[in-house]
């Protein structure tokens, strides 16, 4: 088993991890607002496919992220305005986003560049991998920290920067309260719909960038339908990060982890087995962490009655 | 505690059911077919083909031949059913996202047991693989059920989760213990006696005597939805839950219920297409049509009769979208593109007609007042 368990397993997670991360993290920007958004799916998904035209038509990785980004601000704004302005079912949005990036990109991959399944080609060039000597340098550690794509990095920034723009700045605390007491906010001369509307716009970036990772950081092709869910596993992740990014950042790493363990697994398992062991443990740590949630708030509620009944 | 989720999930089910589908509605809704429509014409004109002949290749494609408009009453059912099941889960007050998940697992069951069986009478092949399929189907709904009626676990999520998970199984056993000995079959199950198969009711068509089962299911469904004691339950529930409770209806025993039957109706649509199309359990049972019987059930607003038709034009879209691409060359996926703005423009219609009253009240309000303005000149 040692050819499973070694330094390559943790680099793998790394790797498998960071699009989940990424759209997560966009994700929780729309949970804070009170917005349910499952179409971070779509976003992903065509997210993906326009990094890799961008990489393609331009030859440079730069502009693939560049067409991600956009894209991203553009899914953001139109969620937005589907979900707030004309007060749709933010579920059916979603529902209908990720229908129409299903729709859509292969649509386009036929029409463009004439392919069914798969488009991969050596014109598309994929994201850096960059190399820290001081990171390197530490034993154990540094070729798991060392060597890595571009958004992998990124990805750790964000989690800081998602987490302190949220709970240290004045604009992310009228962000949060636009999701939990938009009364207030608008009591405070500050208008929650456009809190809403930053939110949206970031979800879209973030996820449309996770996208970007997927089809020129871990591959370099896009692929029919190369999301594969994941970005129900990053609302999951969500749900049991409880929208604070750096727990929602564990959350994803575990499903990373799990993720590549079973890629590594391959040899011993069934591969439908270990493709499908993602989905289950998701599942089963949501149950776990709702229920110990529940029995926390209970003995918090307990110790209130007793301390009442003094 | 974050509140996104929850609140969301609590705005669904108290306003969705309540919704009804009114003249106004049915207006908006041909309006966004239109519109719809339109946006797939100019899809279509940018990526150089006529418009005109690719809808007229559609809608020849799904209604022209018998063959063809049997394939197109064959997806109708497909459609019509997963929207059913949808539909009485929401009205119930949960959603089913899972029925994918539910389909695959009840036509595996299904393919299995009637495999099992070949040798019995019919009655018994096609008896023992339907109870299968309704045990497969409800089972696997009835966990996401639980958890969210007992702990509160989201079930959006956790039945999209499960689709996956369902589909990997099933692929895995199809592939492994239970795959065929057959030659030429890439990964499936063992094939069902012959005498056992649905015969088609137009010759070299899907439509096969299948859909006798579906009519029935449809049938059960509208009559618990709108004429039984459950169905009336369902509707107090969604209209005022407060009240339903004080009125003794226990609302997590009808949404745990509503979760069960919906699974069972995926779990006979699996059984189906085993029984008509596949005779053995394909990991291709399905390409998403849960999810397009979904949205049918969505742009319908639950309602019964209304995702029964609205299932009719689906399945031209679909079947005639296919065609479309074989005759006038385009990629059938701008059809999807088309649905997908169907389903924006109809989730938004509250809204878009929202904002137009309030602009042409403002109008009136201001042409009043200049009136008035000029009045006092004079």
């Not at chain 1, 973030?206 to 970007?212: F, H, M, W």
Request: charged share 15%; net charge positive.
């Amino acid at each position: 088993m040692s050819d499973v368990f070694n330094l390559l397993l943790f680099q793998n997670t790394l790797r498998t991890a960071t699009p989940v991360v990424l759209c997560a993290l966009g994700c929780l920007m729309t949970d804070q607002v009170g917005i349910m958004n499952i179409g971070v799916d779509g976003m992903m998904l065509m997210g993906a496919f326009f990094a890799v035209l961008g990489s393609y038509l331009f030859g440079s990785w730069v502009m693939g992220l560049l067409f991600a980004t956009v894209l991203g601000v553009l899914l953001g704004l139109f969620y937005y305005v589907f979900s707030i302005t004309f007060k749709s079912d933010e579920f059916i949005i979603g529902v209908a986003l990720n229908i129409l990036a299903g729709g859509l990109t292969v649509f386009l991959l036929r029409t463009l560049f004439g392919v069914k399944g798969s488009f991969s080609s050596p014109g598309i060039v994929p994201l850096p991998t960059i190399h820290i000597p001081w990171l390197e340098r530490i034993p154990l550690l540094g070729p798991i920290l060392s060597g890595n794509t571009l958004l992998v990095y990124v990805s750790w920034v964000l989690v800081a920067v998602c987490w302190a723009f949220l709970y240290k700045t004045p604009l992310g605390f009228h962000l949060r309260a636009s999701g939990e007491a938009p009364e207030a906010l608008r009591a405070s001369g500050k208008s929650p719909e456009r809190m809403k509307r930053l939110a949206s716009v970031l979800c879209g970036v973030l996820a449309s960038i996770s996208g970007a990772h997927l089809s020129l950081g871990y591959l370099t092709m896009f692929s029919e339908n190369m999301s594969a869910s994941r970005g129900y596993v990053a609302v999951a992740c969500v749900i049991f990060g409880g929208s604070n990014p750096p727990r929602v950042f564990l959350a994803a790493l575990l499903f990373g982890f799990i993720d590549a363990l079973g890629m590594r697994l391959q040899k011993y398992i069934p591969s439908e087995i270990t493709s499908m062991a993602p989905y289950v443990v998701t599942v089963v740590m949501m149950v776990a962490v709702v229920v110990l949630r529940q029995r926390r708030q209970a003995a918090r509620e307990r110790a209130g009655r007793a301390l009442d009944g003094r | 505690m974050k509140t996104g989720f929850m609140q969301s999930i609590r705005a669904l089910i108290a306003l969705k059911p309540r919704q009804k589908l009114t003249v106004q509605y049915l207006l908006s809704l041909l309006i966004a077919v239109l519109l719809a429509f339109l946006v797939g014409a100019g899809i279509m004109l940018l990526c150089g083909y006529d418009p005109i002949a690719c809808y007229a290749a559609m809608f020849k494609g799904a209604l022209g031949k018998p063959r063809a408009f049997g394939n197109t009453l064959a997806k109708t059912v497909t459609l019509c059913l997963t929207g059913l099941a949808m539909s009485l889960a929401a009205k119930a007050g949960i959603f089913n996202v899972g029925g994918e998940g539910q389909l695959y697992l009840g036509g595996l069951a299904a393919a299995v047991v009637g495999a099992r069986l070949n040798g019995s009478p019919v009655w018994i092949v096609t008896a023992g693989a339907l109870l299968a399929a309704i045990a497969a189907g409800g089972a696997y709904a009835w966990l996401p059920g639980v958890l969210k009626v007992k702990l509160k676990v989201n079930e959006v999520v956790t039945t999209i989760l499960l689709n996956s998970a369902a589909i990997y199984f099933c692929s895995f056993m199809a592939n492994g213990p239970l795959k065929t000995a057959e030659r030429g079959i890439a990964s499936g199950t063992d094939a069902i006696t012959q005498t056992a198969w649905f015969t088609p009711l137009i010759r070299l068509s899907n439509l096969t005597t299948g859909v006798f089962y579906a009519a029935a299911i449809t049938l059960l469904v509208w009559y618990v939805m709108t004429r039984s004691t459950v169905g009336f339950e369902m509707k107090m529930t969604g209209t005022n839950e407060r009240f339903a409770r004080y009125g003794g209806i226990r609302a997590d025993r009808l949404a745990l219920w509503g979760m069960v039957f919906s699974g069972a109706i995926c779990g006979v649509v699996g059984f189906l297409e085993v029984f008509g199309l596949h005779h053995r359990f394909l990991t291709t049972i399905s390409s998403e049509f849960y999810f397009d019987g979904m949205l049918v059930a969505m742009i319908m607003r639950y309602q019964p009769f209304g995702v029964i038709l609205m299932s009719f034009f689906f399945a031209i879209l679909n079947i005639g979208g296919s065609a479309m691409e074989l005759s006038a060359g385009i990629s059938s996926e701008v059809m999807l593109i088309v649905q997908s703005v169907i389903i924006f423009f109809m989730a938004a219609e509250g809204g878009i007609s929202d904002i137009v009253r309030r602009n042409a009240a403002a109008r009136r309000v201001r042409r009043n007042a200049r009136r008035a303005q000029k009045e006092a000149r004079v």
